[in-house]
């Protein structure tokens, strides 16, 4: 196909947009450059130059450092427990009430569901207080479980919500068809509906397994003793150790290197699905 | 019901209720429970630890309300919500519909400004700490670009914190937003914008006459969402300024967790807590409405 060479009025417009975008994009994404070029100078070096885009020394004691200030073995363990935990309590306690709900057409669960949803938007900060005293009392602080209690309870209305929503959609023909081959309501949600759930369960490990690795309010309130610490709650401690002035530089740098690296690592493996379970959860919400 | 057996929607939907239990256990005990009991014990004087508790009325508001940092705290919160959701949304929807038209490239773009939402927040603020302290990043530029009389303490300064911490926020959050709006015009049909062409519409005609009403949806959701976000939003304020200098940059979120955690006065942080409730489900239902109300208006 031939195509007239100069550019119309329309392509140069967009064209130009695009630049623009790309100019932006890069100015924002530059604080991050910062973080991962700086972590690799020397400590002079940053002190001396921060500005400069390109390290012209490399090392790596700046993450060494970090990571043995640190102890990342054992944060990062920590942080991969609790995450497990609470993502294996949403998906199985929420698939399976979201199930029971969808099937049942009665007012109560309706009724329980209105409640659900009604919370979602309400302030963690509310329910806060008595939740730190309540697992005093049922020795749970300081447990990996405790903490994991209390991701699930918290989002677990939301996660309801979005399993409901796509259940909803399922054929009831499917189920009433399993019933008449002698299939039970567990049967026929463990072959019938749950391979069909993937997709959503992604969309609930994105935008709940992800602020829950990243969170620092619940583990500093939950998780006093520091063996038990999570990645943030290591690396705000552990920074927050050297005072306001921060002149660990080169730790500040080696430390959100380290601790942001597992998820960097998933986004670029993971990219599309992070944008699609964003969106998914969008349109439901 | 006797001997009569059950029919059996009825055995259904009973059995159905085993399903449901686990999960509304849980968020009973650990969620709701909690919630009422914040409602119940804010008007006694309840401190978690001794068993017995008295009912002492608003007393807790009263206190909480009157203390003198109180009006700076709320002052602070209302300023990042009235300057961080136009100035986000606005941002956002116009990033998004740049990514849209950029074709192939917008595919890099896009994930560029959404990564930084994947960070954790402590994360997040502990690097634009290093950008706004007094040796940081921005007054090296300053100084290296002869702009010296604008260099600051900018974390430091009153009348810089809260800027420089509603401009983290947005950088934080923007790509998240720009999804769920670019999600919003994927949905309008291509055909409606090559028929505006035709008709000869400037492409700002088309922003506001086209685009904006048909993703109305998203505006309403970006809205909302993004209010409840920065009333509650906790992390990034505590590790960037800790609420300072002084309460310069303290929020209601922030309040509550150093009246509990840090001053130990259990009950203010209760009515605090419940004070930041009704603030937050307040605003959400009367956005929710005149938001709606628009979206029809519209159709």
Known sequence: ?285 | MGRRKLSQTQRRQLSCIWFVLPALAVVFVFFLFPMLRSLVYSFTNWDGIALTSRWVGLKNFAAVVTDPSFKQVLFNTLYLTVIYVPVLNVVALLFAVAVYNSGKAGNVYKSMLFFPNLLSMTVIALIWRIIYIHDGLLNHFLRAVGLKALVQDWLGTVATVLPAMSLTIIWFAVGYYLLIYLAGLNTVPVEIYECAEVEGVRPAQRLFRITIPLIAPSITINTVLSTIGIITLFDLPFVLTRGGPGYMSETLALHVYFYAFVQLKTSYALALAVILGLFATLITLIQLRLLRRREEAVL
């Not at chain 1, 029971?100 to 569901?113: C, T």
């Not at chain 1, 009831?172 to 749950?194: N, Q």
């Open chain 1, 1 to 285: 196909m031939k195509r007239p060479k100069r550019f119309g009025y329309r392509q140069r417009a967009r064209l130009g947009v695009s630049l623009l975008m790309a100019l932006i994009s890069l100015l924002l994404v530059l604080p991050l450059w910062y973080v991962l070029n700086n972590a690799f100078k020397v400590e002079k070096e940053i002190l001396r130059s921060p500005l400069l885009l390109l390290p012209r020394s490399a090392t790596l004691d700046n993450v060494a450092n970090a990571f043995k200030a640190m102890k990342y073995p054992q944060r990062f363990l920590n942080s991969t427990i609790i995450l497990a935990l609470s993502c294996a309590l949403l998906i199985c306690l929420g698939s399976l009430a979201a199930f029971g709900i969808a099937m049942a057409r009665s007012r109560f669960l309706n009724g329980v569901y209105a409640v659900m949803v009604a919370t979602i938007t309400l302030p963690f900060q509310l329910a806060m207080v008595p939740l730190i005293f309540l697992l005093k009392g049922l020795h749970l602080l300081n447990t990996y479980w405790g903490t994991a209690l209390v991701y699930s309870a918290w989002f677990l209305p939301f996660v309801i919500f979005l399993y409901t929503g796509f259940i909803r959609t399922i054929p009831r023909e499917l189920e009433e068809a399993g019933r008449v081959d002698g299939c039970g309501l567990l049967r026929s949600f463990l072959a019938i509906h749950l391979p069909l759930l993937k997709s959503v369960t992604g969309t609930v490990l994105i935008l709940r397994g992800v602020p829950i690795w990243n969170d620092l309010l619940v583990p500093m309130i939950t998780l006093t003793r520091s063996t038990l610490s999570t990645l943030p709650l290591k690396l705000y401690s552990f920074i927050g150790a050297y005072g306001a002035s921060m002149t660990h530089w080169n730790l500040v740098f080696g430390g959100t290197f380290i601790v942001s690296l597992p998820i960097l690592l998933a986004f670029l493996f993971l990219q599309r699905y992070f944008v699609r379970g964003v969106v998914a959860g969008a349109i439901k919400g």
